[in-house]
């Protein structure tokens, strides 16, 4: 498929923010490791993952309770950012892409 900056690149207001950054491809095994340790049900709705199935997730995949808590928070924020930015225009989200870039 390429490497992940190519891919990034490829979407609309993306390529012009990271074009001077290099992204480690190695950087996302540990979180492939982890969404590949949940079962199908864990992996549809991650937000009710408790202690108990963070713990079993975890030493499959290597990391600890803590990192795939952080994973789920980072998802969920995520999520949330998606669908903001799926209510917004494009005029709305160039302006908001040009802030980031600034800030």
């Known amino acids: 498929m ?9 979407i609309p207001g993306v ?4 074009k001077d950054v290099e992204i480690d491809d190695d950087a996302f095994k ?3 490791a ?3 340790s949940m079962t199908p049900t864990d992996r549809a709705t991650p937000a009710n993952l408790d202690t108990r199935r963070r713990r079993r997730s975890a030493p499959r995949s290597g990391p600890t309770g ?3 808590k952080t994973l789920i928070k980072q998802f969920d924020g995520m999520r949330k950012m998606m669908k903001q930015m799926n209510q ?10 040009q802030q980031m870039r600034k800030g």
Request: charged share 20%; glycine share 10%; aromatic share 0%.
């Open 2 to 10: 390429g490497n992940l900056k190519d891919l990034v690149g490829m």
């Open 88 to 97: 917004m225009d494009t005029k709305q989200m160039m302006r908001q892409a």
């Open 34 to 36: 982890i969404i590949k």
């Open 66 to 68: 803590q990192q795939v």
């Open 15 to 18: 390529s012009g923010m990271l």
């Open 30 to 32: 540990p979180v492939e």
